[in-house]
Protein backbone atom coordinates (compact mmCIF):
# COMPACT_ATOMS: atom_id res chain seq x y z
CA UNK A 1 0.00 0.00 0.00
CA UNK A 2 0.97 3.66 -0.93
CA UNK A 3 1.70 6.08 1.62
CA UNK A 4 0.96 8.62 -0.45
CA UNK A 5 -3.00 7.19 -0.71
CA UNK A 6 -3.18 7.31 3.42
CA UNK A 7 -1.85 11.33 2.34
CA UNK A 8 -4.08 12.35 -0.12
CA UNK A 9 -7.36 10.68 1.99
CA UNK A 10 -6.42 12.39 4.94
CA UNK A 11 -5.95 15.75 3.20
CA UNK A 12 -9.18 15.24 1.34
CA UNK A 13 -10.93 15.05 4.75
CA UNK A 14 -9.03 17.95 6.49
CA UNK A 15 -10.44 19.82 3.00
CA UNK A 16 -13.99 18.92 4.08
CA UNK A 17 -13.47 19.04 7.93
CA UNK A 18 -12.02 22.47 7.54
CA UNK A 19 -14.94 23.96 5.58
CA UNK A 20 -16.95 23.52 7.94
CA UNK A 21 -15.05 23.80 11.07
CA UNK A 22 -14.10 27.31 10.80
CA UNK A 23 -11.90 27.11 14.00
CA UNK A 24 -9.43 24.80 12.34
CA UNK A 25 -8.98 27.34 9.33
CA UNK A 26 -8.13 29.86 12.17
CA UNK A 27 -5.90 27.57 13.91
CA UNK A 28 -4.14 27.14 10.06
CA UNK A 29 -4.16 30.50 9.69
CA UNK A 30 -2.35 31.58 12.93
CA UNK A 31 0.37 29.28 12.84
CA UNK A 32 1.21 29.52 9.34
CA UNK A 33 1.16 33.75 9.69
CA UNK A 34 4.13 32.75 12.48
CA UNK A 35 5.95 31.00 10.51
CA UNK A 36 4.89 27.39 11.49
CA UNK A 37 4.04 24.16 10.63
CA UNK A 38 0.28 22.69 10.76
CA UNK A 39 0.76 18.71 11.84
CA UNK A 40 -2.14 16.55 12.96
CA UNK A 41 -1.78 14.33 16.30
CA UNK A 42 -4.60 12.52 15.49
CA UNK A 43 -8.17 12.40 13.76
CA UNK A 44 -11.07 10.69 15.32
CA UNK A 45 -14.59 8.91 14.12
CA UNK A 46 -17.70 7.73 15.99
CA UNK A 47 -19.51 4.68 15.44
CA UNK A 48 -22.33 2.68 16.14
CA UNK A 49 -21.90 -1.17 17.49
CA UNK A 50 -24.65 -3.00 16.17
CA UNK A 51 -24.95 -5.64 13.65
CA UNK A 52 -27.63 -5.17 11.10
CA UNK A 53 -28.74 -7.50 8.32
CA UNK A 54 -27.66 -6.65 4.90
CA UNK A 55 -27.57 -7.98 1.49
CA UNK A 56 -23.48 -9.16 2.42
CA UNK A 57 -24.38 -10.57 5.38
CA UNK A 58 -24.09 -9.12 8.80
CA UNK A 59 -22.17 -5.68 9.19
CA UNK A 60 -21.14 -4.67 12.36
CA UNK A 61 -21.50 -0.72 12.23
CA UNK A 62 -19.23 0.06 14.82
CA UNK A 63 -14.94 -0.33 15.34
CA UNK A 64 -14.90 -2.83 13.09
CA UNK A 65 -16.40 -1.23 10.43
CA UNK A 66 -14.10 1.34 9.70
CA UNK A 67 -11.24 -0.87 10.66
CA UNK A 68 -11.12 -2.89 7.82
CA UNK A 69 -10.27 0.13 6.25
CA UNK A 70 -7.96 1.88 8.07
CA UNK A 71 -6.70 -1.63 8.64
CA UNK A 72 -6.12 -2.09 4.76
CA UNK A 73 -4.55 1.24 4.72
CA UNK A 74 -1.54 -0.13 6.35
CA UNK A 75 -2.70 1.00 10.16
CA UNK A 76 -2.38 -1.21 13.42
CA UNK A 77 -3.91 -1.06 16.65
CA UNK A 78 -2.32 0.40 19.19
CA UNK A 79 -4.33 0.81 21.95
CA UNK A 80 -8.02 0.79 23.57
CA UNK A 81 -10.09 2.23 26.40
CA UNK A 82 -13.13 1.81 27.76
CA UNK A 83 -15.84 4.38 28.99
CA UNK A 84 -18.60 2.40 30.84
CA UNK A 85 -20.49 5.11 32.41
CA UNK A 86 -21.15 6.45 28.82
CA UNK A 87 -21.54 2.76 26.85
CA UNK A 88 -18.50 3.63 24.60
CA UNK A 89 -15.48 1.80 24.00
CA UNK A 90 -12.05 3.02 21.33
CA UNK A 91 -8.84 2.10 19.66
CA UNK A 92 -6.81 3.95 18.80
CA UNK A 93 -4.04 3.25 15.69
CA UNK A 94 -0.81 4.36 14.19
CA UNK A 95 0.99 3.79 10.87
CA UNK A 96 4.35 2.11 10.38
CA UNK A 97 5.45 4.83 8.66
CA UNK A 98 3.96 7.33 11.07
CA UNK A 99 7.42 9.47 11.58
CA UNK A 100 8.53 8.78 8.14
CA UNK A 101 5.47 10.10 6.10
CA UNK A 102 4.28 12.61 9.11
CA UNK A 103 1.06 10.43 9.33
CA UNK A 104 -1.66 11.32 12.10
CA UNK A 105 -2.62 8.64 14.54
CA UNK A 106 -6.43 7.37 14.43
CA UNK A 107 -9.00 7.20 17.45
CA UNK A 108 -11.96 5.46 16.35
CA UNK A 109 -14.83 5.29 18.89
CA UNK A 110 -18.15 3.00 18.89
CA UNK A 111 -21.71 3.26 21.17
CA UNK A 112 -22.44 -0.24 22.13
CA UNK A 113 -26.38 0.23 21.24
CA UNK A 114 -27.11 -3.23 23.46
CA UNK A 115 -26.14 -1.19 26.49
CA UNK A 116 -29.21 1.41 26.25
CA UNK A 117 -32.37 1.19 27.30
CA UNK A 118 -34.75 -0.54 24.41
CA UNK A 119 -36.49 1.74 23.22
CA UNK A 120 -33.41 4.20 22.52
CA UNK A 121 -31.45 0.93 20.93
CA UNK A 122 -34.59 0.22 18.85
CA UNK A 123 -35.04 3.85 17.91
CA UNK A 124 -31.38 3.79 16.74
CA UNK A 125 -31.57 0.33 14.72
CA UNK A 126 -34.64 1.34 12.80
CA UNK A 127 -32.85 4.23 11.59
CA UNK A 128 -29.80 3.19 10.70
CA UNK A 129 -31.53 0.12 8.80
CA UNK A 130 -31.38 2.27 5.33
CA UNK A 131 -28.01 1.82 5.34
CA UNK A 132 -26.53 1.34 2.26
CA UNK A 133 -23.51 -0.88 1.70
CA UNK A 134 -19.65 0.73 0.95
CA UNK A 135 -16.41 -0.43 0.02
CA UNK A 136 -15.37 -1.82 3.03
CA UNK A 137 -15.31 -5.52 1.15
CA UNK A 138 -13.20 -4.38 -1.71
CA UNK A 139 -11.17 -1.90 0.28
CA UNK A 140 -8.05 -4.40 -0.76
CA UNK A 141 -9.07 -4.76 -4.38
CA UNK A 142 -8.91 -0.92 -4.94
CA UNK A 143 -5.81 -0.09 -3.65
CA UNK A 144 -4.67 -3.01 -5.78
CA UNK A 145 -6.13 -1.13 -8.96
CA UNK A 146 -4.11 0.79 -11.69
CA UNK A 147 -6.15 3.48 -10.64
CA UNK A 148 -4.03 7.17 -9.66
CA UNK A 149 -4.02 7.98 -5.98
CA UNK A 150 -6.12 10.74 -6.46
CA UNK A 151 -9.26 8.78 -7.95
CA UNK A 152 -8.44 5.82 -5.13
CA UNK A 153 -8.28 8.24 -2.05
CA UNK A 154 -11.92 10.10 -3.40
CA UNK A 155 -13.71 6.48 -3.52
CA UNK A 156 -12.25 6.15 -0.08
CA UNK A 157 -13.60 9.25 0.78
CA UNK A 158 -16.81 8.01 0.21
CA UNK A 159 -16.86 5.86 3.34
CA UNK A 160 -16.74 9.02 5.57
CA UNK A 161 -20.03 9.97 5.48
CA UNK A 162 -23.63 8.90 6.51
CA UNK A 163 -24.86 5.84 5.12
CA UNK A 164 -27.83 5.85 6.21
CA UNK A 165 -31.02 8.42 5.58
CA UNK A 166 -31.75 11.34 8.55
CA UNK A 167 -33.31 10.56 11.12
CA UNK A 168 -36.73 11.48 12.39
CA UNK A 169 -36.58 15.18 14.06
CA UNK A 170 -38.38 13.11 17.28
CA UNK A 171 -36.23 10.44 17.19
CA UNK A 172 -32.96 11.54 16.94
CA UNK A 173 -34.58 14.24 19.63
CA UNK A 174 -35.41 11.37 22.26
CA UNK A 175 -32.06 9.07 21.40
CA UNK A 176 -29.73 12.85 22.62
CA UNK A 177 -31.76 12.94 25.39
CA UNK A 178 -29.81 9.17 26.52
CA UNK A 179 -26.83 9.58 24.57
CA UNK A 180 -25.73 13.02 22.73
CA UNK A 181 -23.08 10.45 20.99
CA UNK A 182 -25.54 8.53 19.71
CA UNK A 183 -27.78 11.18 18.18
CA UNK A 184 -24.72 12.57 16.62
CA UNK A 185 -23.70 9.32 14.54
CA UNK A 186 -27.36 9.59 13.67
CA UNK A 187 -27.04 12.96 11.63
CA UNK A 188 -23.44 12.75 10.89
CA UNK A 189 -22.39 9.01 10.47
CA UNK A 190 -18.95 8.71 9.56
CA UNK A 191 -18.11 11.36 9.22
CA UNK A 192 -14.52 13.20 11.01
CA UNK A 193 -15.21 13.74 14.43
CA UNK A 194 -12.57 16.23 14.95
CA UNK A 195 -8.97 16.63 13.80
CA UNK A 196 -5.99 17.51 16.17
CA UNK A 197 -3.53 20.26 16.01
CA UNK A 198 -0.06 18.75 16.95
CA UNK A 199 1.54 21.49 19.00
CA UNK A 200 5.04 19.66 19.31
CA UNK A 201 5.24 20.44 15.66
CA UNK A 202 4.47 23.84 15.21
CA UNK A 203 7.59 24.82 14.95
CA UNK A 204 7.59 28.86 16.14
CA UNK A 205 8.82 30.52 18.93
CA UNK A 206 5.17 32.31 19.28
CA UNK A 207 3.41 29.78 20.04
CA UNK A 208 6.03 27.08 21.65
CA UNK A 209 3.33 25.19 23.88
CA UNK A 210 -0.23 24.30 24.48
CA UNK A 211 -1.12 27.02 26.48
CA UNK A 212 0.32 29.95 24.45
CA UNK A 213 -1.74 28.15 21.07
CA UNK A 214 -5.09 27.92 23.08
CA UNK A 215 -4.77 31.68 24.63
CA UNK A 216 -3.74 33.04 21.06
CA UNK A 217 -6.89 31.11 19.59
CA UNK A 218 -9.05 32.67 22.46
CA UNK A 219 -7.31 36.04 21.78
CA UNK A 220 -8.53 35.75 18.02
CA UNK A 221 -12.21 34.87 18.93
CA UNK A 222 -12.23 30.90 19.72
CA UNK A 223 -13.98 29.88 21.98
CA UNK A 224 -12.18 27.37 23.59
CA UNK A 225 -13.06 24.74 26.37
CA UNK A 226 -12.22 26.14 29.58
CA UNK A 227 -9.76 23.78 30.46
CA UNK A 228 -6.61 22.04 29.36
CA UNK A 229 -7.19 18.56 29.98
CA UNK A 230 -4.09 16.16 31.08
CA UNK A 231 -0.60 16.82 32.73
CA UNK A 232 2.91 16.69 31.58
CA UNK A 233 3.28 14.26 33.83
CA UNK A 234 1.16 11.53 31.91
CA UNK A 235 2.59 12.77 28.89
CA UNK A 236 -0.49 14.58 27.47
CA UNK A 237 -2.05 17.70 27.38
CA UNK A 238 -5.11 17.94 25.45
CA UNK A 239 -7.83 21.47 24.92
CA UNK A 240 -10.41 22.24 22.53
CA UNK A 241 -12.64 24.66 20.38
CA UNK A 242 -16.20 24.71 21.28
CA UNK A 243 -18.46 22.38 18.66
CA UNK A 244 -19.50 24.27 15.23
CA UNK A 245 -23.28 24.23 15.27
CA UNK A 246 -24.49 23.54 11.78
CA UNK A 247 -27.72 22.96 9.62
CA UNK A 248 -28.93 19.44 9.78
CA UNK A 249 -31.23 17.28 8.01
CA UNK A 250 -33.85 15.39 9.59
CA UNK A 251 -37.37 14.39 7.96
CA UNK A 252 -40.50 16.28 9.62
CA UNK A 253 -42.58 14.41 12.30
CA UNK A 254 -45.60 15.71 10.78
CA UNK A 255 -44.80 16.06 7.09
CA UNK A 256 -43.16 13.82 6.21
CA UNK A 257 -40.40 16.20 4.26
CA UNK A 258 -36.76 16.63 4.95
CA UNK A 259 -36.44 19.54 6.67
CA UNK A 260 -33.22 21.64 8.22
CA UNK A 261 -32.76 21.59 12.13
CA UNK A 262 -29.47 23.56 13.82
CA UNK A 263 -27.15 20.71 15.59
CA UNK A 264 -23.34 20.61 16.79
CA UNK A 265 -20.75 19.05 14.46
CA UNK A 266 -17.20 18.97 15.32
CA UNK A 267 -14.68 20.52 17.23
CA UNK A 268 -10.93 21.21 16.50
CA UNK A 269 -8.09 19.71 19.29
CA UNK A 270 -5.21 20.74 20.30
CA UNK A 271 -2.49 18.21 22.26
CA UNK A 272 1.05 18.32 23.04
CA UNK A 273 3.09 15.15 24.58
CA UNK A 274 5.44 14.89 27.13
CA UNK A 275 8.58 12.43 27.71
CA UNK A 276 7.41 10.31 29.77
CA UNK A 277 9.87 7.67 31.36
CA UNK A 278 9.16 3.82 30.87
CA UNK A 279 11.94 2.48 32.82
CA UNK A 280 14.57 4.04 34.67
CA UNK A 281 16.69 6.05 32.68
CA UNK A 282 14.86 5.93 29.73
CA UNK A 283 12.28 8.22 28.79
CA UNK A 284 9.73 8.25 25.34
CA UNK A 285 7.62 10.47 24.20
CA UNK A 286 4.32 9.41 25.23
CA UNK A 287 2.42 8.01 21.62
CA UNK A 288 -1.12 6.67 23.36
CA UNK A 289 -4.23 8.58 24.76
CA UNK A 290 -6.31 9.13 28.70
CA UNK A 291 -9.29 8.16 28.72
CA UNK A 292 -9.97 10.88 31.51
CA UNK A 293 -9.12 13.53 28.86
CA UNK A 294 -11.39 11.57 25.78
CA UNK A 295 -14.09 11.24 27.89
CA UNK A 296 -14.11 14.84 28.64
CA UNK A 297 -13.97 15.65 24.95
CA UNK A 298 -17.02 13.28 24.10
CA UNK A 299 -18.73 15.70 25.74
CA UNK A 300 -17.76 18.98 23.26
CA UNK A 301 -20.59 17.62 20.69
CA UNK A 302 -23.50 18.12 23.59
CA UNK A 303 -25.69 20.53 22.53
CA UNK A 304 -26.25 23.45 24.69
CA UNK A 305 -28.95 24.51 26.30
Keep these: ?11 LLWQQYSARVNYARTYQQMITAAGGNVANDHIAFRSLRLLLDSPQGQVNLGIGYLEKIVQALGYVAAGEYTFAKTHLYARHYHHPQQEEFNLPKLFISELIVDELPSNIAQIIYQTVSSFEYQL ?15 IIAQQLQQIFTRPWLPPRRSLVEEVNQVTQYGAWVLLHGYAVNHFTGYVNSQNTAK ?23 GNIACGLRQTATQAVTEMVTVFDDNSGLEIQIPWTYAYY ?8 EVEPGKQVLFDAFLGSNAQELFEMTRLSK
Design 1 to 11: MKPEIVIHLWK
Design 136 to 150: TSDVNFLLETEENIE
Design 207 to 229: YPDIDTTASSLANLGVPMKAEIE
Design 269 to 276: EIAQRYLV
